[in-house]
């Protein structure tokens, strides 16, 4: 099984910060990478797949990178509405379709 | 627009089953493979399962093999997930979330979801 290991596991930011969360594969997935946002108390909500392309109706503020074994994601200036858990899922497995252990985006 | 509506929380004591229900609206039913995604208290995502809700095929993660059924009813747009010999571990959030389909690419990525279904296990 491919193995999905996020850093940092929580951070501490303020509002209009730069922030980015890094995310590495055990084994090469290609561009097979998505990122979703998780609030508490409700679903995941998906920001970008394949790595790089943004979802729909998603803030130009969040960016993805990354390919083989190493991926980020970006927020270039931190809204409030932004502080939530941050959750990388490989889809190179199929269908051991993996995510990462989450990061928590915190306010500082 | 698009819809997932979940059945309400259950509790089941060990050894027992359960199954969930996911209701889609707003999109053709067959065009989407659903997927089930758990959450256990405090914790992270992991992955269970898919349907293709137009012929029934299914697949899941091998920590689930002879526990897990999934099925779907396309005359209700409804895909069902059931979960036996439940343990005190298979206490989580329950969602079923829809893959998203792109002409440009075949990813998978989950772009809608249901609210989640609460499974609390106990005796």
């Known amino acids: 099984d491919i193995q999905m290991t996020q850093s940092p596991s929580s951070l501490s930011a303020s509002v209009g910060d730069r922030v980015t969360i890094t995310c590495r594969a055990s084994?090469?997935?290609?561009?097979?990478l998505n990122w979703y946002q998780q609030k508490p108390g409700k679903a995941p909500k998906l920001l970008i797949y394949a790595a790089s392309s943004l979802q729909s109706g998603v803030p130009v503020r969040f960016s993805g990178s990354g390919s083989g074994t190493h991926f980020a994601l970006t927020i270039s200036s931190l809204q409030p509405e932004d502080f939530a858990t941050y959750y990388c899922q490989q889809s190179y497995s199929t269908p051991m379709y993996s995510f990462g252990q989450g990061t928590k985006l915190e306010i500082k | 627009q698009v819809q997932l509506v979940q059945s309400g929380a259950e509790v089941k004591k060990p050894g027992a089953s359960m199954k969930v229900s996911c209701k889609a609206s707003?999109?053709?039913?067959?065009?989407?493979?659903m997927h089930w995604v758990r959450q256990a208290p405090g914790q992270g995502l992991e992955w269970m399962g898919l349907i293709n809700p137009g012929s029934g095929s299914t697949d899941n993660a091998q920590k689930f093999q002879g526990r897990i059924s999934m099925t779907s009813d396309t005359s209700t747009s409804t895909v069902y997930l059931a979960l036996s010999s439940l343990r005190s571990e298979d206490t989580a959030v329950y969602y079923c979330?829809?893959?998203?389909?792109?002409?440009?690419?075949?990813?998978?990525?989950?772009?809608?979801w249901g609210q989640g279904t609460i499974l609390t296990v106990s005796s």
């Open positions: 707003g999109y053709t039913f067959t065009a989407h493979y």
């Open positions: 084994q090469t997935i290609s561009t097979s």
């Open positions: 979330a829809r893959e998203i389909v792109l002409l440009s690419s075949p990813i998978v990525a989950f772009d809608f």
